[in-house]
């Protein structure tokens, strides 16, 4: 028999690629899935349901995506050009050198110096801009103190104890480098609201 003319077996070979494949898709399809959901479960428990905010045993929101708070008793998050809806998240994408945006920049400025009773000058940039998914939960610690006297006065408390409980949540750098120093909007919120029950 000629040794060029040998074929092999088609089936055992077609036999071994869905084996082959079988063992891919449960081992890295399912197990791997799994496995990592569980770890992330047992060890950051937290995080991997969402980061649920709750208020009274209610399910509020998550820390990882801003809410718009609109009543002058809580204090504002950035802009969203996707309306606050996950399912839509997105920026403005317009250039910066688009006329609409900066229109409807100087005219968020304008809007939030008068809401807040200060100049324009003194408007942080992210109460005015989207992030880039439009959902930043975070403004920064200047945007929050900004609000604090619209907030203290809307509900009746001193400023130095608003501006003392903003100071709290305000969140550092990671290990001091990584990141800037950010203040979680939603927290802060249900902070105020269970200090004023």
Known sequence: ?????????????????????????????????????????MF???AATGSLL????????SALVAQPFADARYFAPRPSAAGYDPMRAS?????RSNPELRKRLDDAVSAV?????????????????????????????AAARLQVARVARARGLAEDDVAALVERYVERPQFGVFG??????????????????
């Open 1 to 41: 028999m000629n040794a060029s003319n040998h074929r092999p077996d088609d089936h055992a070979s077609w036999r071994a690629a869905i084996v082959l494949a079988a063992i891919v898709l449960v081992a890295y399809g399912f197990l791997y899935s799994l496995a990592g959901t569980a770890l992330g479960r």
């Open 44 to 46: 950051f428990p937290y």
């Open 54 to 61: 709750e208020q009274r045993g209610k399910v509020v929101g």
């Open 91 to 95: 920026g403005s994408n317009a250039a």
């Open 113 to 141: 110096a008068a809401r807040e009773g200060v100049a324009r000058e003194a408007v942080p940039g992210d109460l005015v801009t989207e992030s880039g998914g439009g959902l930043d939960p975070h403004i920064s610690p």
């Open 180 to 197: 800037q120093a950010r203040v979680n909007v939603l927290e802060l919120n249900l902070a105020l609201d269970a200090r004023t029950r």
